[in-house]
């Protein structure tokens, strides 16, 4: 959090150093504000597209002669109370800058600004990217190459591992705690399809990959084919794409 004033202009025994009044006249009037989808005084989140709905808070609003909001997307809006909707996922710090008239601020009046960094957090539904390479034998390492730069919109990583081109029946194996970048072993030669799932506020995304784990392959495939869903319905899209990934290792 950041705010900033310029100083009023004042004769020195208007000033009382117990006194907010004389506080303010030195240091000019203060204001901040609070907004829609606050999980904290720090914090706004929600996911995109979302409207944000902020409004000014001070003691001085009968003084106020300008509001300015910047929304930290390169998007402006005016008046003590104002709307914004986010369209893109990432992590936005919001300002408003507020000019008031005072008597003893002279012509130029007052001006304040009051800046929350990172205040909102849009999230949008994740888009999962790995590829696989060939570490030894029927071990692969499982390389998670997922944009994760908007902070605070993933929560949960799976990794599931299919027999065969497709993501019918039960997985053979799922890791849920193991890391961002697993090693995998597979129990045999053979195709297998594996599936990674990550969540967040705004749902689940998964990408697979299909493959043939070769116990004699001195390289390992590297690629993917990516698609996403929320929940079961990810999954769902992933068994009609197990064919088109198969031809695409084979390639």
Not at 221 to 242: E, I, N
Request: a negative charge; one cysteine or more; glycine letters at 12%.
């Amino acid at each position: 959090m950041y705010w900033a004033s310029e100083a009023c202009t004042t004769h020195g025994d208007d000033l009382n150093a117990d006194d907010i009044e004389g506080i303010t006249a030195l240091y000019g009037p203060s204001a901040s504000f609070v907004c829609s989808h606050e999980l904290s005084d720090e914090l706004a989140t929600g996911n995109v597209p979302f409207e944000l709905k902020c409004s000014v808070v001070s003691d001085y609003l009968d003084e106020i002669t300008s509001v300015e909001w910047r929304w930290g997307d390169g998007a402006v809006s005016e008046g003590n109370s104002a709307s914004h909707v986010y369209e893109s996922a990432g992590n936005y710090t919001v300002e408003v800058v507020v000019e008031g008239d005072r008597e003893s601020c002279g012509d130029d009046g007052w001006t304040n600004t009051f800046r929350k960094v990172g205040f909102v957090r849009a999230c949008a539904e994740p888009v999962p990217e790995f590829r696989i390479e060939h570490v030894d034998g029927l071990k692969y390492s499982m390389l998670n190459e997922t944009d994760v730069s908007v902070y605070g919109c993933y929560s949960n990583i799976e990794w599931q591992v299919f027999s065969g081109s497709d993501v019918s029946g039960e997985p053979i194996q799922t890791l849920t705690y193991n890391g961002w970048d697993p090693n995998i072993t597979f129990p045999d030669d053979g195709m297998y399809t594996v599936v990674l799932n990550i969540g967040g506020p705004a749902g689940t995304g998964a990408a697979s990959l299909t493959f043939e784990a070769d116990n004699h392959r001195g390289q390992g495939y590297a690629g993917c084919h990516t698609a996403t869903g929320t929940g079961g319905a990810a999954l769902a899209m992933l068994a009609g794409l197990a064919g088109l990934a198969r031809r695409r290792a084979r390639g």
